[in-house]
Every structure is written in C-alpha cells, then in structure tokens.
C-alpha cells in the first residue's frame, strides 16, 4: 500500500479546497484526507463566506440535529454566543429534542401553551405590532384582511384598550368615531376580529391571550421554544413563528450583548412553507450578517419544501451539511446546491454523524463528526430505542442468575471412573467454558425441531416502507442494507442481487419502472434469479426458506430413567428461562412499536400535502378522485370528477357512511359529486369508494365500484390490493 502525504493525497481525494482551513470551533474530521475541520461561520472572512447561515439536511438517524446541536454548545461555551431554538420534534415524556441540552447550559425552555406570547406589546413598534397581528391573521384566514378591514384594525390598534389582543378584539367590535364613522368601522372589522377570536376563544386560545400574556427574556444563553406537543399542521406553529420571529428581530437582537447570535429551525419544512413566516425568515436570512445573527436550519429533505420560493430560501444558505439520503433526493439537494458528482454519489452511503459539507462556494469535504461523552449523551435522540435494548439485556441477565442459582441447587453428578487411557485423559484436558457448558446442554435437552430460516426481515421493511408512501426511507433503507452485504458476501453474491431486485421493486412501488427494469436486467446479467420474496435459506442454500421442511426426525433411543429426570429438569430450566424472555419480549415489542409508530407519524408529517387524487378507469369512464384535507385538519373534502366524459351516466362516492351521487339528465353529464368527511387524525389515510355507471349503465343497475386509499402526503392507493395509483 502507497501511503502519500496529506498535500499529496488531496490531488487523488476528489476534495474541490483540500488547502483550505476554516478558524473557530472543532467539529470534526475529514475523511478524505485525515485532517481536522474547525467552523465558526462568523468569525471567517467575509470574502471567504459571505454569510453565516447554515443548512443541515439528512435522514433519520443520518446525526444532523446531533451535528448542530454540538455546534451550538461549542459556540455558547467557547465563543459566548447565544441562541434561540424552535423545537418542533421529541419523544413524548421528555418534551424537545433540544430539552437535555438547554437545561445543561443554563437556559429556558418554553412549551406551546404554558407561556404566552403578547403580540400587542409596547416593547413592539407599532408598525412591527401591525405586522405581528396581520400574520396572525393570515395564518387563520388568509381572506380577511381586505383593504377596509386593514384600516379598521389600524384604528384598532390605537384603542387604549390594545394592550393585549383581547382588548384588540373589544376595540374591533366595539371600535370609536374616527375618520369613518364608528358603524362602518365595525363593519369592516368583523373578518378581522373573527380570524382573531381563534386566538381568544377558539382552538388556539391560550398562545397569545392570557392575562400574563409577556415576552420571554434576552440575556440567557440558549432559549428553547417547545412545539413538539403541537398538531405539526396546525395554523399555531405559523402563527407562534411569527410572533418568535418578530420577537427575535425587533428585541432579541436589539436587547442581547452577546457578540453573536444563532436563531435555530427544527423542522424548519413546516415553517419555510408558511406564507405568514417565509417572508419573514427571508428577510433575516438577506440580512443576517448586519444583525450579527446566524439562521441555523436543520430538516429531512428539501423536497419537504416543494418547488416555489422555499427552495429559493435554502440557496441563501452558504454552509450546508448533508448526511445520508436516497439516491433521488441526493441528486436533487446536489443539483441546488450545485454539488460536484462525486459528493452526490457519496451521500446514499454516508454512515450516521458523516456529511457532505459545502462551506461557501467553493470548498466541499466529507467530515465525520466528532462528540464527546458529554455531548453525546445530551444529544442522544433515542432513548426510547435504547430502553428497548437495555429490557433485552435486563432479561438475558436474569435468566443467566437463574441458570446460576439453578446450577447451585442441583446435585453435582459423579464423576465416572477411568476406565481406560482416554478417560483418564480426558479427566486431565482444560475445563469447557461454562458459556459453552449452558450451550450444550441447551442442544442436548432441546425438545422439538428448529424450524427452518426465515427471510430476511430487512427486505420487507424496504417493501413497507414503499408500499405505504415513504419512498426516500425506502431507497435509504435498501442502500444500507445492499452496503452491508456486499461487504460481507462480495459485490456479485446472491445477497448483493437480492437488494438489486428490492430496489427494483422499490422503484416499480414509488413510480420509476424504468430504473425497475434498469435493476432486473442487472440481476439478470449477474446470472441471478432471485426476488424479494424468494431470498435463499442461507448462504450455500439453492431452494428459498419458504420451501424448505424439516426432514422427518429419527426414533431416539430409549432413555434410563435418571437420564430422563435429568433431562426434565433441564427443560424446566429452559422453559422458564423462555417464558421470562416472552414476559419481557412484549414490554420490548411495545417500546419497538411506539418507536415504529413516531418515525412513521414523523415520515408522513414531512411529507404531508393536504391534497391527494388518483385517476380511475372504470366502465369505460376515466374518472379522478380528489381528496383535501381542510385547514384546521378536522376534515377532508372528497369529490369524484369525469369532466366531458361522454359515457359517464352515473357518479358516486361513498366515505365514513357519507355519500352523493351524480347522475346525466337531458344529456348534461353528470356533477361532480362531494362530501365532506370529519377525521380525527389529519395524518391518516381516508378510504373512499367510488361507483361509475358507464355507457351501458341504467337505472336500477348496480355500477361498477373502486374502493380507494387516499393519503395526506399525495399518494393514492387500490384499498383491496395496495398498488398505488396514477395521480389526477
């Protein structure tokens, strides 16, 4: 092997400034050439970097929030930096991801709903406290705000009694004689004042209208605002991100002495989408370094943010970190962030705490985060994974004490005679492991066949996962999976062609039949005929696991009487060590299940859309079903469409034990049918099913029908054999 210094080893690592070096805290190393990173956006050259926001993209467990918070701790403890936090994700008992961290320095965390924020406050100009009450509005209802209205809550504003937006409310209906008489004044308040009462009275009482209603404080270290109890689609995150950002701009920044300060986006998806933030996070990101602060982003994916002018925000970013993601998605976040090939090609393969680093426009690097022990265990983000594990250990400590106290009790046997030369040799040999011991006789008194191998479990986890929508976690799962076992099998093993033809129906599930068929012929060049579903018993076996049977067992001999009760008494043992095992297995099941039911609540929150459709053919009809979920997510609208079908005679659909129907008359085609369905889960699927009657149909005939999955997240599926459908 040719080792090269690392001046040299940079002309073969595909590294675009391996001779550039960054001032400020540690975060790392680099795997192409060894050295280590340092970054503190703030205190590089402005020529060098002319901005100090960062972008943090990755999928779960790829380490981005990890690698953030660690930036954040250091700059506190090292440079005095402060920090502002909006935390929107964490596990149910412990509240934020950011909870462990904040409290380890010193600094406030605020839950949604325990502590209320003043949108009317004196210590906001007025010009800032309109602005602040116009977001508010918008976020509810974008509509009331009409050029009447906008005046009347001007004049409102001025009431002595707007000090708080309950008295905001009051002054709105009850206003006073101004330029324009009082009446038209309450007139043209009405909208205003009802989008406000959702505040006041309504569902997202208790954020802006308490009797304590204050701002939270300046000089702490690190502030926290805690959303991770909030309905991740209600209109209160937009509105409390508002009023934070306002907060932020106009007394954070005013009244902090700190030489630099780090406003932090936890899932920022949800926030950069809204219309109400967007604008205001633009402006921050434009004018960032003026007001010494940096806009720290942390999210999945940056499909999360569609193709309008999210995406355009993400561009102002001049540092980007990027763990792990699927093949498509790299390709996307490279071409935005106008990384080079290579780069892209690494991010599916990253390992959790790597990323693909861009520090301005030039420089790229691949740099594994370094922690220490007191970092990793503040930002550790499973816990409850890890309760599982340590159940498991707990049970396999209790059954080796009751293997050791069982071991006590027994008599010892005695110990047979040398009878001849080997005996005694044998008698003198080293004494068998007691682990190897406890595994014998476990062999030896093992009452039933063991039953053949089962599949591999990680390929079906890829095919749920596609199957139910989650299409970047599929290509991330099966891209871990096909690394691993091309390690350790080799790249042309039955293994590797397996995970060739699980990405291949991966790709046929989420859309993609031509890189389907790009896969298979892979496999089929390899000179494999293996699927998903047909994955060999082992290594060297030709015949799938599901086809192989245990051969017939053969008629033991008879056994003495005290070898029997010695055999008794070892199945007992081995019973109760199993029973233990089961007992405990289920509490494992339920942390593993909770766990499984967050990630998948987590994977359809990022990916939510609020509008699904599908295109069926059915009687001759090309119809498409459309599905949107309101606002406030308490219903979705579901209606049927055959625009200018001419042999469309009848449409129908059913939900939730709701229907309407269409039907041609006078040789009009029918109208488009509706219902509004109530769902207490906005994130769950709604079922529908749709009748059409088609050329041939009459009245009094049962029409053709489709039962159909709509999802949230825009996908669409065949409720009976789960194959997704076209999109409308």
């Known amino acids: ?48 970097l002319p901005s100090t926001n960062s972008l943090a993209l990755g999928g779960l467990g790829s380490g981005k929030s990890t690698t953030a918070k660690a930036r954040i701790r250091r700059e506190i403890l090292d440079h005095a930096h402060q920090a502002v936090v909006i935390d929107s994700f964490g596990e149910h008992s412990t509240g934020g991801e950011w909870a462990p961290l904040v409290r380890s320095l010193g600094g406030r965390i605020i839950e949604a709903g325990a502590f209320t924020l003043n949108p009317c406050s004196s210590m906001f100009p007025p ?112 509105s409390l991100m508002a009023a934070i950002s306002c907060w932020a701009e106009h007394v954070w920044l005013r009244q902090s002495t700190a030489v630099h300060r780090h406003l932090v986006l936890e899932e920022a998806w949800q926030i950069l989408l809204s219309p109400a933030t967007a604008e205001l996070i633009q402006r921050l990101l434009k004018y960032s370094r003026r007001a010494a602060l940096s806009l720290d982003v942390v999210m999945h994916t940056l499909s999360d943010l569609g193709d309008g002018k ?24 490279g071409s935005l962030l106008g990384l080079p090939a290579w780069a892209v090609e690494r991010i599916p393969s990253l390992d959790p705490g790597q990323a693909v680093w861009k520090v301005g426009p030039d420089y790229v690097d691949i740099v594994q985060t370094l922690l220490s022990e007191d970092e990793a265990r503040l930002t550790d983000t499973s816990t409850r994974r890890r309760a599982a594990q340590q159940a498991v250990t707990d049970v396999a400590e209790t059954i080796t004490e009751a293997e050791e106290e069982l071991t006590e009790t027994e008599p010892a046997p005695a110990p047979a005679p040398a009878d001849d030369g080997d005996s005694a040799d044998r008698q003198h040999t080293e004494p068998l492991d007691q682990t190897t011991v406890v595994e014998q006789e476990a062999a030896d008194d093992w009452d039933w066949e063991m039953p053949p191998n089962v599949i591999d479990g990680r390929h079906h986890d890829v095919i749920r996962a596609a199957n139910e929508g989650r299409c970047d976690e599929a290509a991330q799962l099966a891209a871990i999976g096909e690394r691993q076992d091309i390690t350790a099998h080799g790249i042309n093993s039955d293994e590797a062609a397996l995970w060739l033809s699980t990405r291949a129906r991966v790709a046929e599930l989420c859309g993609s039949p031509d890189q389907a068929a790009q896969l298979r012929a892979t496999v089929t060049r390899m000179g494999k005929d293996v699927e998903w579903w047909q994955q060999p018993a082992s290594a060297d076996a030709a015949t799938p696991a599901w086809s192989s049977t245990p051969q017939p067992p053969t008629t033991p001999p008879m056994a003495s009487r005290d070898e029997r009760t010695q055999s008794r008494r070892h199945t007992r043992r081995y019973l109760a060590a199993i029973a233990a095992l089961g007992i405990v297995s289920a509490g494992v099941w339920r942390y593993a299940h909770d766990q499984q039911v967050d990630h998948d609540r987590q994977a359809k ?85 749709v009748a059409v009657g088609g050329k041939n149909w009459k009245e009094g005939m049962a029409p053709y029908s489709r039962t159909v999955r709509l999802s949230p997240t825009g996908l669409a599926y065949d409720a009976k054999t789960g194959d997704r459908l076209p999109e409308d």
């Open 310 to 333: 999210a995406q355009d925000l993400a561009r102002l970013c001049e540092i980007a970190h990027v763990g792990r993601l699927g093949p498509e998605e790299a390709a996307i976040v």
């Open 127 to 238: 010009e800032v406290r309109e602005q602040l009450v116009r977001s508010l509005i918008a976020a509810v209802e974008p509509a009331a705000l009409s050029p009447q209205a906008t005046h009347a809550l001007q004049h409102a504003l001025n009431h002595p009694k707007a000090t708080s937006l309950n008295g905001l409310v009051d002054a709105l209906v009850s206003p006073e004689d101004g330029r324009w008489p009082a009446a038209n004044l309450s007139e043209w308040g009405v909208g205003t004042a009802i989008a406000l009462s959702r505040y006041t009275e309504g569902s997202l009482r208790g954020l802006f209208d308490g009797q304590d209603a204050s701002l939270p404080e300046t000089d702490l270290p690190i502030l926290s605002f805690d959303f991770s109890r909030l309905d991740r689609n209600s209109p209160a995150i937009p």
């Open 605 to 689: 929150a990022s990916a939510y859309k609020g509008r699904s459709g599908a295109t069926l053919h059915i009687d001759g009809v090309d119809a498409d079903v459309v599905a949107r979920w309101t606002n406030d997510g308490r219903r979705v609208v579901l209606e049927l469409n055959a625009p200018f079908e001419a042999n469309s005679k009848l449409l129908r659909i059913d939900a939730s034990g709701r229907s309407a129907k269409s039907v041609r008359e006078d040789g009009w085609f029918p109208l488009s049918p509706e219902i509004a369905v109530p769902v207490k889960d906005p994130l769950a699927d709604v079922t529908v099913r």
């Open 1 to 48: 092997m040719i080792r090269l210094p690392s001046s040299h080893a940079a002309i073969t690592a595909p590294l675009v400034a391996s001779s550039t070096t960054f001032p400020g805290i540690p975060i790392g190393r680099s795997l192409l050439d060894g050295r280590p990173f340092h970054l503190s956006p703030v205190r590089a050259s402005a020529a060098v």
